[in-house]
């Protein structure tokens, strides 16, 4: 039971107004629970809220990972497009090589393309179609 116990949020602070500020809130009295923390982030990300993840990740300190989620790691690549290349951001978000290289290939195709949006979008589909990438730029 003493595990259980443990895992137990100190706080419940969930009212149902509001989801992300629940979450926000839970996520304030409860800074271990890495539960809310991937239910915010993927709930910033339904949202397409970049800048809000990347504050959350450099403010919340509660919740560590040896290797950032790959969805996580995609996020930080829209980060380091926005600081025009800041290597530091890579180190930030430990972002793997295969998520960079995949990142460099989306954005060409894109760029490309950057014309003909219909196009970019049917190429990048078949690859690229279950990234937060894709999602961002042709998700509703």
Avoid: C
Avoid at 23 to 44: D, H, R, T
């Amino acid at each position: 039971y003493r595990e259980i116990r443990k895992r137990l949020p100190k706080k419940d602070l969930l009212n149902g107004s509001n989801l992300m500020v629940d979450l926000k809130q839970y996520l304030k009295a409860n800074p271990e629970s890495k539960v809310a923390f991937e239910y915010m982030i993927a709930g910033l990300m339904l949202n397409k809220d970049n800048a809000e993840i990347v504050n959350l990740f450099q403010t919340h300190k509660g919740v560590q990972y040896a290797d950032y989620p790959i969805l996580v790691q995609q996020v930080g690549m829209m980060y380091y497009l926005y600081k025009k290349g800041d290597e530091s951001v890579l180190k930030q978000f430990n972002i793997s090589k295969e998520v960079f290289e995949k990142f460099k290939n989306f954005y060409t195709i894109l760029d490309i393309n950057r014309n003909n949006v219909a196009l970019a979008q049917n190429q990048i589909k078949a690859e690229y179609g279950k990234t937060y990438w894709y999602y961002l730029y042709f998700g509703k």
